[in-house]
């Protein structure tokens, strides 16, 4: 199965988002609901085959900043404390096999960790947020989702099939 790399023009606005080109190819997987996208699906392995550990990533201005806020305000250490581990754990198991399936690639390193290229803790509230509004459980990506006042049924996570 090939992956379903994003549109030119889904490709530009992202670009135009992030400010820089990709070196990976990507996929919308979560748009509001006028059809700007919000999080997108990277490749596990970038072009030249390095290992990409962000599956999914937060690509909506207003979002970013809002969790840049909170991340700049301790919500990271915050949010770490308030979860129960066992269901971190659990999210970044099942955000690494998410990401294992998605890997297309056999002749380089494989990417690795969980949300946020992690294993344990919270390293990056946008990943979280990002993994949540796929509809994925997240306990730290409804905390973020919360703290923000996002009702996530205002998203729309795209049929990829």
């Not at 919308?28 to 596990?44: A, L, M, S, W, Y």
């Not at 294992?100 to 960790?113: I, K, L, Q």
């Given at each position: 199965m090939s992956f379903a790399e994003a549109s030119d023009d889904d490709r530009r606005t992202v670009e135009l988002l992030?400010?820089?080109?990709?070196?990976?190819?990507?996929?919308?997987?979560?748009?509001?609901?006028?059809?700007?996208?919000?999080?997108?699906?990277?490749?596990?392995?970038?072009?030249?085959?390095?290992?990409?550990?962000?599956?999914?990533?937060?690509?909506?201005?207003?979002?970013?900043e809002a969790v840049s806020r909170l991340e700049g305000a301790g919500g990271v250490h915050r949010f770490e404390e308030l979860v129960d581990p066992g269901a971190l754990a659990a999210t970044h198991d099942a955000y690494a096999r998410a990401r294992?399936?998605?890997?297309?690639?056999?002749?380089?390193?494989?990417?690795?960790?969980?949300v946020g290229g992690t294993r344990r803790g919270v390293k990056c509230l946008h990943a979280h947020l990002a993994y949540r509004l796929t509809g994925a459980s997240d306990p730290v990506g409804d905390l973020v989702a919360d703290e923000l006042g996002l009702d996530v049924a205002q998203f729309v996570i795209v049929d990829r099939g």
């Open positions: 992030l400010g820089r080109p990709l070196a990976g190819r990507f996929t919308v997987v979560v748009r509001r609901r006028d059809g700007r996208p919000v999080v997108i699906e990277n490749e596990p392995h970038l072009r030249d085959g390095t290992p990409m550990p962000t599956l999914y990533w937060l690509v909506d201005a207003e979002l970013t294992e399936a998605a890997t297309r690639r056999a002749d380089a390193p494989a990417p690795s960790g969980g």
